[in-house]
């Protein structure tokens, strides 16, 4: 199994900048893509950005290209999403997700960590 461990949300105003990570154990992630997607009550989850963990090829939502920015550190099986000037649209639980070719559909990823709250204030 593949566990996952977000951190790094909070609360930022407009324009600001937060920086989540998200931790992997267990098996190799050699084959996978990792990917953060976000969630808001009431509205389905929505890809954001993917990373091929070997390759480093990178997949981004249309909301996301110029202000976010995903990375991997490959020792620490670590991914990180780098989000800057932030909008008040972007408030969500991010969540972390892994599998086995995968690409946008949430339904696709086969682990999931615990998500993470980002507030953006107005």
């Known amino acids: 199994q593949v566990q996952l461990v977000e951190s790094g949300g909070g609360l930022v105003q407009t324009g600001g900048s937060l920086t989540l990570s998200c931790k992997a154990s267990?098996?190799?992630?050699?084959?996978?893509?990792m990917a953060w997607f976000r969630q808001t009550p009431g509205k389905e989850r929505e890809f954001v950005v993917l990373?091929?963990?070997?390759?480093?090829?990178?997949d981004y939502a249309d909301s996301a290209k110029g202000r976010f920015t995903i990375s991997r550190d490959l020792a620490e099986k670590t991914v990180y999403l780098q989000m800057n000037s932030l909008k008040p649209e972007d408030t969500a639980i991010y969540f972390c997700?892994?599998?086995?070719?995968?690409?946008?559909?949430?339904?696709?990823?086969?682990?999931w960590g615990q998500g993470t709250q980002v507030t953006v204030s107005s």
């Open positions: 990373i091929r963990w070997h390759t480093g090829v990178t």
């Open positions: 267990g098996r190799t992630l050699g084959g996978y893509a």
């Open positions: 997700a892994a599998g086995r070719g995968s690409y946008r559909a949430a339904r696709d990823y086969e682990h």
